[in-house]
């Protein structure tokens, strides 16, 4: 018994030895964790204080570089809405032209038909002249013969006169009874004599008769040779006109001809750019692409642009480089080219390494290069190229593109293997089953993007496969939407010559009528002339033929007349000397040979000279009848003196040059003004694209300023997680010592904070939720750690001490238990149950409160959203009406609304607001003008309030960016508001409409500031 108890004592010292070794070892060895733990610690704590010294640095550059982004976005504004102020003047000045276009077009018009007029007028005065001159030498020969006439009258009277027998009543009525006496006597004779005298009459009156006829005739035939000759120079006049007239419709029919022709071309090529602008906007409406691929289309083509301006050697990208030959290949060229679609094509590795170093250097994001010195690429089998083109629905890859030549290594490389069918099936064929009997291998895809690989696996990529988003789109949707401009453009530039050339075609085809209306009367005129001379014509052959039939006539009754008054002196004769005696004493006492002759010739005579007179009174009538038509023709003609019509014209004309000449001055500094504007505005453009280089540049410096904070943030992120990586397992270890009864020798903070710290982390609430303990009060004393061991405490010979401790303690406790088993285990494993039965309770209590919790928190979370929602949704209804009433300037207003970026969870995203004023195209916020983001502002805040209305609301200036129109607007909604407004303002337009004004003045006797106050609704009372 002596000698097991004995034994027992040794093995108990022993036990006691190697436990405090073991102790020893274990505080040593949590010593030499906790020193490298906090030299690591120390380090991360510099490291990161360095870190977010470089992060603040870089903030701050970064808000320095804001600050240029936002002045050079406000000088690309003033440099756009300068643009648009030249381009609006540039209309103004364009449609002032247009509109003086037609009148001058008018002007010109009636120009050209007054310079006819006047040629015409010109040409008609000289024949009228000559016409009058003929009619006053007619009227004057007509005149001579009157007064020739009278004359003779006068003549034939005088001598009447003289040869007239003068009887006294005695001498009267002795020659009476004598008279009786011897026609007794002589009755027989004197019955002959009154036969004759009675045949002479007649005779003489047919003779009278006929000479007259011959008169008339030949006076008519006179008349009717000068009016042919008068009508053969109308009608050679008028014929003149007629040519005239058609030379000048010929020459306009030609001009309204190549005006039509130039209008209907016009009208084609309008036509054909309203087809082609359709067919644009049904492209642009197939375009799937969402504003996000579009922006990163153009981050990606502004690096590549800037790689081959930093770096020699660079193309250009892959999808730039190439063009699918259909537009239908589009999908499957894209699956086709898949991750190498933004590869650039370099010259050779030596670029290609280059451009790695400028986006690094830049931090920009990185890209794949496809060095053509370099690839490798292997020859087309021909098997394969057989199999291809012997079979239908099959093509090569590189056959459904187009590119330079100079770049067919790389596109070998990309296409060269790859075989596009036209359905699943024919490319299932060819992968399964004929080029496998080939033994041949190939990538396949169809030409809506389904892809079978090498290895036979099939793939659908979604994204790639979307028709209309495809990059082939993508990069051709700029160029769609420049072509789109330059179609309105050029429609616009129709639309104007339309305009102008309708009002030249109306003024044309006016002229046109005026002249066709104007050889219409010159060929009736014609027509008449030639009518009427073909009957003077007919006429005066009718009066030469009486002429000739009533001259011989005349002659055949003077000669009978003759011989009758021969017969009659005959008879008288014999009669006489019958009855001489008988008048003999009569004769005598009167003086005269033989008064019964006398007195018989005087009878005849006076019966002679009263034919003549009658015969002359009736040619007088005739006469004056005549110079009464001549005198009313020359009269008319007064009346008609194309004198005053030529002198009229020539006045409207020399008017209307002048006005003309007026309007062309005008015109021609409207087209300066045009030049000048157009110069501006290609100023302007110059100058707005340097400023949206110069904000694309600032915007890419920005990016990557922003990259370089993220970065830094993200170093200062996993710094800090070190950190508290490294205070979790200092706060472990500690923990771990305290709960195993290594004493750690503290400089601060005891026993106590070390029980503190882990009855903290035996409570903690969940695993997940386990933060580090604070262990900012307790200091350890490492003077127990060996010098050699504090500074192998962290590095690679950390691990190989930190393994010899391990592998030391492992042998102390096999050693221990070798020597003495623990007998107090059962107390133990009973009080460690207790402690897990503790705990379990503990964990389902907090699970308990985590899921109520939980419900509360998707009870609010719910309610939030509801709440958003509900404000979400009277804010969006409002927003349209609130806008359209502040832009509502005498038409229907723009048009505004919102849009969530995630619509199931509201919270995750943002509010996307748009504005559209009226007569303007869709576009984005920042490109707005001040005013136009002023009222899109106020529409959104007064949209706000009728979510919840406010007791009074505060504006601070903010008319000051508007102008006068939106000034008036805004004011008048003011007033409308249904609450309390206070207004500061510096624009009367705006307070004006106040019920009441306060004014801060500067007192500077006083040196203090004044308030006035002044109520203005006494003021509107009474107005």
């Given amino acids: 018994e002596r000698k097991r108890i004995s034994h027992q004592k040794e093995e108990a010292d022993e036990y006691r030895h190697l436990k405090t070794v073991r102790q020893d070892m274990q505080r040593e ?109 007619q009227l004057a020969a007509i005149r001579g013969e009157e007064a020739r006439l009278e004359s003779q009258q006068e003549t034939l009277k005088k001598g009447l006169a003289d040869r007239a027998v003068t009887f006294t009543p005695d001498q009267l009525q002795e020659f009476e009874r004598v008279k009786q006496e011897t026609e007794k006597i002589t009755a027989a004779s004197g019955d002959a004599l009154r036969q004759l005298d009675h ?56 001009q309204l001809v190549q005006m039509r022709s130039s209008v209907q071309s016009r009208g084609e090529e309008k036509q054909q750019l309203q087809q082609e602008r359709q067919q644009l906007l049904d492209v642009l409406q197939e375009f799937t692409a969402t504003e996000q691929q579009l922006e990163r289309e153009r981050e990606v083509a502004q690096t590549c642009a800037s790689l081959a301006e930093a770096c020699p050697g660079v193309y250009g990208r892959v999808v730039d480089l ?12 894209n699956v086709a080219l898949a991750k190498f679609l933004d590869a650039i094509i370099v010259e050779s590795s030596e670029a290609a390494r280059a451009c790695v170093r400028y986006l690094k250097e830049r931090m920009l994001p990185p890209m794949t290069f496809l060095p053509m ?16 083109q012997s079979q239908r629905g099959l093509r090569s890859g590189l056959n459904c593109v187009s590119y330079d030549e100079k770049y067919a290594k ?32 190939c990538k396949v895809v169809t030409i809506v993007g389904e892809a079978i690989a090498k290895n036979g696996n099939l793939s659908v990529n979604s994204e790639a496969t979307q028709a209309g988003a495809t990059r082939f789109d993508l990069s051709e949707l700029e160029a769609t939407k420049a072509r789109m401009d330059g179609i309105d453009r050029r429609l616009h530039e129709i639309h104007s010559l339309d305009s102008a050339g309708g009002a030249d075609m109306a003024a044309l085809e006016l002229d046109m009528r005026r002249i066709e209306g104007r050889a219409q009367e010159n060929a009736l005129q014609l027509q008449q002339c030639q009518e009427e001379l073909r009957q003077k014509a007919s006429e005066l052959e009718t009066v ?33 000397e019958a009855v001489a005696g008988h008048f003999a004493h009569l004769s005598a006492a ?58 009229k014209f020539s006045k409207e004309v020399q008017e209307l040059q002048i006005k003309e000449r007026d309007l062309a001055k005008q015109a021609e500094s409207l087209n300066n003004k045009v030049t000048d504007f157009e110069q501006q505005l290609v100023k302007s453009h110059e100058a707005e694209r340097e400023n949206d280089k110069v904000l694309s540049t600032l915007r890419q410096q920005g990016k990557e300023t922003r990259q370089q904070l993220m970065a830094a943030e993200k170093k200062v992120s996993d710094l800090g997680s070190e950190q508290q990586a490294l205070l979790s397992s200092q706060s472990s270890i500690l923990r771990q010592s305290f709960l195993e009864g290594i004493e750690v020798p503290l400089l601060r903070g005891g026993h106590e904070a070390l029980r ?10 969940a695993p997940t939720q386990r933060s580090p303990a604070d262990t900012s009060e307790i200091l350890v004393d490492f003077s127990l750690l060996p010098e050699e061991k504090q500074a192998a405490s962290h590095g690679a010979a950390a691990q190989m001490l930190e393994a010899e401790y391990k592998s030391e303690l492992e042998r102390l406790r096999v050693e221990l238990e070798r020597l003495s088993p623990n007998l107090k285990a059962v107390d133990q494993l009973q009080g460690v149950a207790e402690n897990v039965q503790a705990a379990s309770h503990e964990a389902d209590a907090a699970r308990k409160s985590i899921e109520e919790i939980d419900g509360k928190f998707e009870a609010v979370r719910k309610a939030r959203k509801e709440k958003f929602m509900e404000c979400f949704q009277k804010v969006s209804d409002a927003i349209g009406p609130v806008y359209r009433r502040l832009t509502a300037q005498g038409g229907d207003g723009g048009s505004a609304y919102l849009d969530l970026e995630d619509a199931e969870n509201p919270f995750n995203g943002g509010v996307k607001f748009t504005a559209m004023p009226p007569a303007k195209r869709f576009r984005d916020m920042h490109l707005l003008s001040g005013g136009e983001k002023t009222l899109a502002a106020m529409a959104l805040l007064f949209a706000v309030q009728a979510f919840q209305q406010p007791p009074f609301m505060v504006l601070d200036e903010v008319d000051a960016a508007l102008d006068a129109n939106n000034v008036r607007a805004l004011s008048r909604y003011v007033e409308q508001a249904d609450c309390q407004t206070i207004v500061i303002s510096l624009k009367d337009r705006f307070f004006i409409r106040a019920e009441a004004l306060v004014g801060v003045w500067k007192n500077k006797p006083q040196e203090t500031s004044a308030i006035l106050t002044l109520d203005l609704t006494r003021y509107i009372a009474s107005a």
Wanted: with cysteine; aromatic share 2%.
């Fill in 199 to 254: 045949q002479i009459k007649v005779v003489r009156q047919e003779r009278i008769q006929a000479e007259g006829d011959v008169r008339d005739a030949t006076a008519r035939q006179s008349h009717l040779r000068k009016r042919l000759q008068e009508l053969s120079e109308a009608e050679s006049g008028a014929g003149a006109a007629v040519k005239r007239g058609a030379a000048l419709k010929d020459k306009r029919s030609e």
């Fill in 410 to 441: 790389a596109f070998n490389f990309l296409l060269g293997d790859v075989v596009v069918a036209d359905t699943m099936a024919d490319g299932r064929r060819l992968a399964f089953e004929e080029s496998r009997k080939l033994g041949v291998t």
């Fill in 373 to 388: 010195a370099d690839l490798r690429v292997s020859a087309l089998d021909p098997r394969l190229q057989n199999l291809i």
């Fill in 590 to 647: 009167m003086g005269v040979e033989d008064v019964r002759k006398m007195e018989r010739e005087f009878r005849r005579e006076k019966e002679a000279v009263e034919q003549q007179t009658n015969e002359l009174n009736k040619r007088l009538r005739n006469l004056k009848a005549e110079i009464q038509m001549l005198e009313q023709t020359l009269e008319e003609q007064r009346t008609k003196d194309p004198k005053q019509l030529e002198a």
């Fill in 29 to 137: 060895y949590t010593l030499f964790r906790l020193h490298g733990v906090f030299s690591l610690l120390e380090c991360a704590s510099n490291a990161r204080s360095v870190a977010v010294k470089d992060c603040e640095e870089v903030r701050e550059h970064m808000e320095a570089e804001k600050g240029q982004v936002e002045a050079a976005d406000r000088q690309r504004a003033k440099a756009h809405l300068a643009t648009q102020q030249v381009e609006k003047q540039m209309a103004a000045v364009k449609a002032k032209f247009e509109r003086l276009h037609p009148e001058r077009v008018t002007i010109k018009s009636r120009l050209s038909f007054l310079e006819q007029r006047l040629e015409e007028l010109s040409h008609s005065a000289e024949q009228d002249g000559q016409r009058r001159n003929k009619l006053q030498e």
């Fill in 756 to 765: 503190e710290m882990a009855e903290e982390s035996q409570s903690a609430s």
């Fill in 544 to 576: 030469d033929a009486t002429l000739a039939s009533v001259q011989p006539e005349a002659q055949r009754l003077a000669v009978e007349e003759a011989r009758l008054r021969e017969e009659q002196r005959t008879l008288e004769a014999r009669v006489s």
């Fill in 322 to 333: 190439c063009k699918p030959s259909q537009k239908r290949l589009h999908v499957g060229v």
